[in-house]
């Protein structure tokens, strides 16, 4: 046993936990990160749970089975036409995999290049903040003057139909079939569920989605919810609402699942399940006998608003602990504690954290839904546009969805943006921006906006906003 010293000890590297590391590290201070990720090879990466198997590979599957998709459903409206479409989901996998082997490895060069210590192994938080690290070598005790516990989460199992790990899956085996499943079903009609029941669905499965919730996707604004759906159920997602699964079970080749829809018990045969429920945090073995960080009921670790706990120096950021369990909050919490840790002022506006869903269309949100303005009883006006009615939109044959922004009433600023619509996800980065510098809807209605663009539908609906607008005029 060898002792090391740091001014940070990050535990997990993950999105939160690797930007804490390399924040630190520019700031000045000695900074180590320990993971434990091992890939289906046996193979150390970091990058965590976003990287490996969760953002970056389902973004790359979605991709090329959206232009699978197009190439059958949309080039002959263009005026091309392919002959002997093939589909080769094995080529599919390894352009995946590469992306992940090129991402997961550049984090190694960055903590070269960055100076931050990489131990690829198990880290576990000791008293008086001492880290134990255990790896193939063997094991070490850091001490660090700060700790950063960064551990992420994994996927929720469900008693009534647990994984086998071939025909009741998870996330993670799900982004890796190697042909594509005939009947597909899927319990949860979450973000997870919706991108995978996508990818799938474009390739050929017959997919049916159970949801136990009457309502679909609940925290999102209700319109757009509606508009969205309307347009993943045209694409063959066979998604049923007020269905409540109550077990699986292995049938030969088939697995036979039960649910309750209507008051009425219910059957579906598929020949995969994937468990798409949600994700719990993780903090299995991280803590030492002597140390004391609060975890609340559900497992996460408690902290303050800028990710304290109530151990001195010892901080959590990311999915272990609360907010949305997005790849981006948990970076900025990472970022922000190792600003702080070194001295300087830090937080994150947990109000403009944007959402993304990205299925074709795209869904993306930032702020509060018209529900929620709704129920807090302030006055707002709303203004919606049309991507049917957007030049770009129609150029690109994906005129589906729109544009909706909330703003206040009276004093005019932005409260929400909800979009639904050709990539969705990039075009709430301006609404983000404008939320963060408390633009007002006058303020996107009087900036520029390229023609033409999609974008011109963020400035339309802020025209409407205010009533002013005239519909069907973007050409
Ligand atoms: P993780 O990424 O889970 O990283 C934690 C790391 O810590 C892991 O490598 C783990 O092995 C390691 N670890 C745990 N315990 C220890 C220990 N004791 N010692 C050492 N190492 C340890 N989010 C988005 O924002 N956008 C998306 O498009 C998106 N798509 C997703 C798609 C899928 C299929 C999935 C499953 C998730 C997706 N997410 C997405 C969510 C995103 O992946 C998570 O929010 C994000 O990875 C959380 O980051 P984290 O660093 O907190 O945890
Ligand atoms: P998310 O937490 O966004 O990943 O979504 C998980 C979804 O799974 C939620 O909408 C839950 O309502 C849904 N869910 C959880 N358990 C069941 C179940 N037994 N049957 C059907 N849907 C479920």
């Known amino acids: 046993m060898s002792d090391k010293n740091f001014d940070v000890v990050v535990i997990g590297?993950?999105?939160?936990?690797?930007?804490?590391?390399?924040?630190?590290?520019?700031?000045?201070?000695?900074?180590?990160?320990?993971?434990?990720?091992?890939?289906?090879e046996g193979q150390r990466l970091f990058g965590g749970t976003c990287l490996n198997v969760g953002c970056i590979p389902s973004k790359a599957l979605l991709e090329s089975s959206e232009l699978y998709h197009r190439a059958h459903t949309e080039f002959a409206v263009h005026g091309i036409h392919v002959g002997g479409l093939g589909l080769d989901v094995e080529a599919m996998q390894a352009r995946k995999r590469g992306i992940v082997k090129q991402l997961t490895t550049g984090i190694e060069a960055m903590f070269k290049a960055g100076?931050?210590?990489?131990?690829?192994?198990?880290?576990?938080?000791?008293?008086?903040?001492?880290?134990?690290?255990?790896?193939?070598?063997?094991?070490?005790?850091?001490?660090?003057?700060?700790?950063?516990?960064a551990t992420g989460s994994v996927p929720v199992e469900l008693s009534i139909a647990k994984f086998d790990g071939r025909r009741i899956v998870d996330s993670t085996d799900a982004l890796a079939f190697t042909d594509v499943p005939k009947r597909l079903g899927l319990i949860g009609a979450g973000v997870i569920g919706l991108e995978l029941g996508s990818v799938w669905r474009r390739l050929g499965s017959e997919v049916v989605i159970l949801e136990a919730l009457e309502t679909f996707l609940p925290m999102a604004d209700q319109q757009v919810a509606?508009?969205?759906?309307?347009?993943?159920?045209?694409?063959?997602?066979?998604?049923r609402l007020g269905a409540k699964v109550t077990g699986a079970s292995l049938e030969g080749n088939a697995v036979n699942v039960r649910y309750e829809m209507g008051g009425a018990a219910q059957e579906l045969v598929v020949d995969v399940l994937i468990v798409a429920v949600g994700r719990r945090p993780v903090t299995t073995g991280l803590f030492g006998a002597d140390v004391k960080v609060p975890v609340d009921q559900r497992g996460f670790i408690e902290v303050d608003e800028q990710c304290r706990t109530t151990v001195p120096n010892v901080w959590a950021v990311g999915d272990v602990v609360r907010g949305p369990m997005l790849a981006h909050k948990g970076m900025e919490e990472g970022v922000m504690v190792a600003e702080l840790i070194a001295g300087h002022a830090a937080q994150v506006n947990y109000q403009t954290v944007p959402a993304i869903i990205y299925t074709a269309p795209e869904i993306a949100w930032v702020g509060k839904t018209e529900e929620e303005v709704k129920a807090s009883g302030r006055p707002y006006k709303v203004g919606t546009f049309p991507f049917a009615a957007n030049g770009r939109a129609k150029g690109m044959q994906q005129t589906a969805g729109l544009v909706k922004l909330i703003a206040d009433q009276e004093h005019d600023d932005v409260l929400g943006v909800h979009i639904v619509g050709p990539l969705a996800g990039e075009l709430i980065g301006e609404a983000v921006l404008a939320m963060e510098f408390s633009a007002s809807a006058e303020d996107i209605q009087r900036t520029i906006h390229a023609h033409p663009t999609l974008s011109e539908a963020l400035h339309e609906a802020s025209l409407a906003a205010d009533k002013r607008a005239i519909h069907g005029i973007n050409r």
């Open 115 to 149: 100076g931050v210590t990489g131990f690829k192994g198990r880290g576990k938080l000791l008293a008086g903040n001492r880290v134990e690290v255990t790896t193939d070598a063997g094991v070490e005790v850091l001490t660090a003057q700060h700790v950063v516990l």
């Open 226 to 239: 509606k508009e969205a759906l309307r347009h993943l159920k045209k694409q063959g997602l066979d998604i």
């Open 13 to 40: 590297g993950g999105p939160a936990g690797y930007p804490a590391a390399l924040r630190a590290a520019q700031l000045g201070l000695s900074a180590a990160c320990i993971d434990d990720w091992k890939n289906e």
